[in-house]
């Protein structure tokens, strides 16, 4: 396939209609498949919907409020959104136990609150406030609550998912049945940590999922321009002795499905996967980026397929009553204003935390 | 010629060398400095008494040898073969020489060729290089800035223990003073039983600043002391003049006599002379070389005040040396001496005693200013004192304190009857030895000493 | 007492942490069924079984990000980087991750892990497999280095370096491998940080890491009986924590300083060391501080080259007397 060929099916894979590779997949779960919309008590179920709808709903609305207050100049430094990626972090959190690991990258406020983090913490974090989750020492790319089992969001592209192989290796060793998820661009699978760690994983067989958010820019260039296959990650799994696999990353059930098959798998001790969620930003890569080199049309077509409105078109269909998805609406715009208020009322840290906590000891010191 | 420890005090049996100022094959001229020597009583620099050649040092800086030792040796044009000029080139050329074959290089160690090309390439082989490069451009300027290569410890150490790099000899390169022998100057200062140096007392001479942040300079070292005290170190003359002074307060019998004089008469050639005197030698006339004239003549008649005491005789003097006790500032005390004073005038024991006082404050008195008063006056009177009981200074036999000289209303007896007249009034007051002399006998001195400031027709003293 | 090689001391010092704490594994190319290509993880693997002892793909960003992702989550790992130099490729891991991650999520996560790595030159290997890397590691804030000389230290600051809360890179010598050493029996642990007073002088101190330190012994023994010098010599042992107390008391002592570094010179330890010195010693020195360095250069191969390259026991000796006034 040439280059222009491959560029064509790239334009096809973001007007994004119809599941094109689903015919080739030899996954566990493949492109989401239409399902019949009459039953909600379907293999997800109500409960797990709505709390899905929930969270598809704070992580949007915080993002939002994010750049909201960017605009207002109390987000300090950059930030990378993850507007319109939602379903990935949604679906894959949904997915996982409370004493599971997740690892990700410098777009990570949604991965981060996905697993629970508190969005003041997150805000605050982003506003360079002592409630932030990381008192304002981490910064909108290190979101980190291990509590939660976010282990941290990684800022040097690809460097974590050797990390992730080493929480998984360590879950192998303890003998316990945790998984570890590590989510990461395209942009990535061209990094050479990737290759090592996706041969480590596969060699010692380890409870790691690794998901590549295939958004199909890796920041301002388009990924399919300087990535010798078509899907850069799903196209590369063969390499390691892993299986193909591509899901519509904006429908969140779909990812979901996906995801808790991959940890079902690695919890049963039979290694790794590789999962490429197709998917689009809303936003430009960082704050500093109007995404101009977009062509005319592009994100348009893809606000079509937005994740939370494809999810509420659904659970409409389902017959969840429209009121009810008003009042979790309203609620979750109610939670994310009052936790920018508490963000915002929290104070500036404290000048000792900068001689603070860079040993185990809790001091600086590196000489007697 | 030999140079000799030079006697720098009738009590002063040894010396200690500190410094010399040449080193080996260094020519030098007469009066240049040679050396300098401490001793209980002073530090000071000793010059060369004849021009020639350094040959021979016999005594190194910091060894203490009775006076008279000889120290070094100069070779005189008249004794040496060599010309003094061409000898310290020569005694230079062959050090560097030395120093050269010292180095080892490559072509005298072929197995080490490699290992000397990375040298070359390393930045500490790079500052040795330097390094000798500097000390044969420094070898050749015969002034080398000791001062400039002083390192941060021993700039500490002088400050601390209040020393003047130039009294101590340096061992290192180009003579640079080293730590070591900072330490080891002081380890004999110590032995002697001083712990703190000369500096302080030698104020003219240019201190060495303290380099030390505040509070950590010499003077507030507060070692032993208690909140809202000082400790102020005694400096080495203070602590041997303290020394000698207390054997003498416990060996001598002193007794205090005292008069009252009336000093118009020298008042008047004051104020008549001075303005011309202070025109003519830049300096004040004062009452001292009044007295000491006086003093001198009160001496030839009751000399056996003018003498020393040595076991059960009195040893008295014809000739007058007079001590007179200069303050260095409050920083301790020397005695500078009038060589026969009894020889000269009022003017001349002025001149002589301003240049003495000059000179004891520059620490430049020649060992002969130093040595063996045979009497001294301790003035006092410039601060206006009342009485002073001074202590003598054995084998001195006595000592005179000149005190404070005011108006005072004064009976004044005439034929046309007594009347009250304001006159300048001050006391002379003696403390004698009352194993040399009876107190009749120094009153007597007294009495003459009095009608002589008194009656003496001083305006003819001055010109 | 028992006399072992360094690399024996190496492989003793990592079976005494592994017997003792269950969460201890190891990691590493060749380390275990091959014994290391070094020869000092000899036995681990018959001892201590694959599970435990685990070879790697040559994957060193793996090998420091899999160390610090088990060290997160609740092991002690003790990865083996094969040669200093390969740090270069791992670099991002090691300084970017696991030296900052403490600090960055404002202590929400420790990692006590442990790099192994041979370090130094003398094997003849050239530029890219000999060099003396201690000081990249010095230069990162969040991780500890030690360089231990010795086989008793190389044994006990490995337990140490185990031990520790923190990530410790522990520097072995390859030109010391060989070298024999008493070793205490029983369990050894030394304290890191610690530097320690090998040779006792007066004239000056010379301040050494690893091969450097028998090195600057063997000068100090040449420049008393030569020269008459008497020189201080200390192991630094350490160079985070750095053990300043000891190099500030022996420099009050001596008066001077002498650093003998393999790395190359510019920012090597010697630098921070003389900065340090010449900021809280400088009332006690009597002289220049002096370093005395590998080149600016990378290593030649050739043993002609590379020994006339490295500081040699001549070279300090010769510094040391004509810097001495």
């Known amino acids: 396939m040439n280059l222009r060929e491959r560029r064509k099916r790239r334009d096809a894979a973001s007007a994004y209609s119809t599941p094109q590779e689903a015919t080739e997949n030899d996954s566990m779960t493949a492109l989401d498949q239409p399902r019949p919309l009459s039953a909600a008590d379907d293999d997800i179920g109500r409960e797990k919907r709505l709390r899905m709808f929930r969270l598809l709903l704070e992580l949007r609305l915080t993002e939002k409020r994010a750049y909201d207050l960017f605009l207002q100049n109390l987000v300090k430094g950059t930030s990378h959104l993850s507007l319109g990626q939602e379903a990935v972090a949604a679906g894959f959190a949904l997915g996982m136990r409370r004493d599971d690991y997740t690892f990700c990258t410098y777009r990570g406020h949604a991965h981060t609150l996905a697993r629970g983090a508190p969005m003041s913490g997150v805000l605050g974090e982003l506003m360079g406030r002592e409630c932030g989750v990381t008192a304002g020492k981490g910064g909108s790319m290190h979101l980190t609550s291990v509590e939660h089992g976010a282990m941290g969001s990684y800022a040097i592209v690809g460097a974590h998912l050797p990390v992730a192989c080493g929480a998984a290796w360590s879950a192998q060793y303890r003998g316990t049945d945790q998984v570890t998820a590590c989510f990461f661009g395209d942009g990535t699978t061209n990094i050479g940590a990737f290759h090592e760690a996706l041969n480590f994983a596969a060699v010692w067989k380890l409870p790691v999922v690794f998901v590549c958010e295939n958004n199909l820019y890796m920041e301002y260039t388009p990924i399919g321009t300087v990535t010798a296959v078509e899907h850069p990650a799903a196209d590369r799994a063969a390499a390691y002795g892993l299986a193909r696999t591509i899901v519509d990353g904006n429908d969140a059930d779909a990812v979901f499905r996906t995801a808790s098959a991959a940890f079902a798998r690695a919890r049963a001790g039979q290694g790794p996967a590789l999962i490429e969620a197709m998917t689009y930003r809303h936003s430009g890569h960082s704050r500093a980026d109007p995404a101009q080199y977009r062509p005319k049309g592009e994100l348009d077509e893809w606000l079509k397929r937005d994740p939370i409105k494809i999810y509420r078109e659904r659970l409409v269909s389902l017959g969840f009553p429209e009121v009810d998805l008003g009042a979790i609406e309203a609620d979750t715009e109610r939670r994310v204003n009052e936790a920018t208020e508490a963000a915002k009322a929290s104070p500036p840290p404290p000048l000792t935390l900068i001689e603070k906590d860079l040993w185990a000891d809790g001091g600086v010191a590196w000489r007697n | 010629m030999d140079i000799l420890m030079p006697q720098l005090g009738e009590t002063v049996t040894e010396g200690t060398v500190t410094n010399w100022y040449k080193q080996i094959g260094d020519a030098v001229r007469a009066d240049e400095a040679l050396f300098d020597v401490e001793t209980d009583k002073v530090a000071t620099e000793i010059p060369c008494p004849v021009s020639g050649v350094l040959a021979e040092v016999l005594v190194q800086a910091g060894q203490t040898v009775k006076v008279g030792t000889r120290l070094a040796v100069v070779s005189t044009a008249s004794d040496a073969n060599a010309s003094p000029a061409a000898a310290p080139e020569a005694a230079r050329a062959s050090a560097r020489e030395a120093a050269h074959t010292a180095t080892p290089s490559v072509a005298e160690h072929p197995e080490r060729g490699a290992q000397a090309f990375a040298h070359s390439r390393a930045h500490e082989q790079d500052a040795a290089a330097r390094a000798d490069a500097r000390a044969v451009a420094q070898s050749t300027d015969a002034r080398p800035d000791r001062e400039r290569k002083l390192s941060p410890v021993v700039r500490r150490l002088l400050a601390e223990h209040g020393l003047d790099a130039t009294a101590i000899r340096g061992s290192g390169r180009d003579g640079r003073v080293t730590r070591d022998d900072v330490q080891a100057h002081l380890a004999r200062q110590e032995a002697l039983g001083v712990m703190e140096a000369t500096a302080n007392a030698r104020s003219a001479v240019p201190q060495v600043t303290s380099p030390l942040p505040p509070g950590e300079g010499p003077g507030v070292r507060e070692a032993g002391a208690k909140p809202g005290e000082r400790v102020v170190a005694l400096n080495n003359i203070r602590r041997r003049s303290g020394a000698a002074m207390a054997r003498a307060w416990q060996v001598v019998p002193h007794v205090l006599q005292a008069v009252e004089a009336d000093y118009s008469r020298i008042e008047q050639a004051r104020r008549a002379k001075q303005a011309a005197w202070q025109a003519r030698e830049g300096f004040e006339l004062t009452y001292l070389p009044f007295l000491a004239f006086a003093v001198c003549q009160a001496l030839t008649r009751y000399d056996q005040l003018n003498a020393r005491l040595d076991a059960d005789t009195l040893i008295v003097s014809r000739r007058v040396h007079l001590g007179i006790a200069v303050d260095l500032n409050h920083d301790g005390l020397i005695v500078p001496v009038i060589r026969d004073a009894q020889d000269r005038n009022v003017a001349a024991l002025a001149r002589e005693i301003r240049r003495l006082a000059l000179s004891a404050r520059s620490s430049k008195l020649k060992p002969d200013e130093l040595s063996q008063p045979t009497y001294t006056i301790s003035n006092s009177g410039v601060f206006g004192t009342l009485i002073t009981a001074p202590i003598v200074n054995p084998p001195q036999v006595a000592i005179l304190s000149t005190d404070g000289v005011s108006k005072r209303p004064v009976v004044v007896e005439s034929p046309e009857g007594d009347s009250i007249a304001a006159r300048p009034v001050g006391v002379l007051a003696q403390t004698f030895d009352h194993r040399a002399v009876d107190g009749a006998y120094s009153a007597a001195f007294l009495k003459e000493l009095k009608r002589i400031v008194e009656t003496r027709a001083w305006i003819e003293d001055i010109v | ?325």
């Open chain 3, 1 to 325: 007492m028992a006399e072992l090689t360094y690399r024996e001391a190496v492989a003793a010092g990592i079976a005494q942490e592994m017997a003792r704490d269950e969460r201890v594994v190891f990691l590493g190319e060749d380390i275990g069924a091959a014994g290391g290509v070094f020869k000092a993880t000899v036995g681990l693997f018959e001892r201590f079984g694959p599970r435990r002892v685990r070879d790697t793909p040559i994957s060193e960003q793996a090998i420091i990000g899999a160390a610090m992702g088990a060290a997160m989550t609740g092991l002690r790992p003790i990865a083996e980087i094969m040669f200093s130099d390969f740090f270069g490729v791992c670099w991002d891991m090691i300084a970017n991750e696991i030296a900052k991650t403490r600090y960055m999520t404002n202590g929400q996560i420790s990692l006590p892990l442990v790099i192994r790595t041979a370090n130094g030159a003398g094997s003849r290997f050239g530029a890219q497999h000999s060099q003396s890397v201690e000081n990249w590691a010095m230069a990162i804030p969040g991780l500890k280095v030690v360089a231990p000389s010795t086989p008793a230290d190389v044994k006990a600051l490995i337990a140490a370096a185990v031990r520790d809360p923190d990530p410790v890179i522990v520097f072995e010598h390859k030109s010391l491998y060989a070298v024999k050493g008493e070793v205490p029996d029983g369990e050894t642990v030394d304290t890191l940080g610690s530097a320690k007073v090998l040779h006792p002088g007066k004239d000056c101190t010379i301040a050494a890491l690893a091969l450097m330190v028998p090195r600057a012994l063997e000068a100090a023994a040449r420049l008393q009986s030569e020269h008459g010098i008497s020189c201080e010599v200390i192991d630094l042992r350490s160079l985070v924590p750095l053990d300043t107390r000891t190099l500030l008391a022996s420099v009050e002592k001596t008066a001077r300083l002498y650093t003998v570094e393999e790395n190359p010179r510019l920012c090597g330890w010697g630098a921070e060391i003389a900065s340090i010195v010449a900021e809280e010693g400088f009332w006690n020195l009597d002289a220049p501080i002096c370093r005395i360095t590998t080149p600016h250069i990378p290593l030649p191969a050739a043993d002609r080259l590379e020994d006339a390259t490295i500081p040699s026991v001549d070279r300090i000796v010769e510094t040391v007397r004509r810097t001495m006034d």
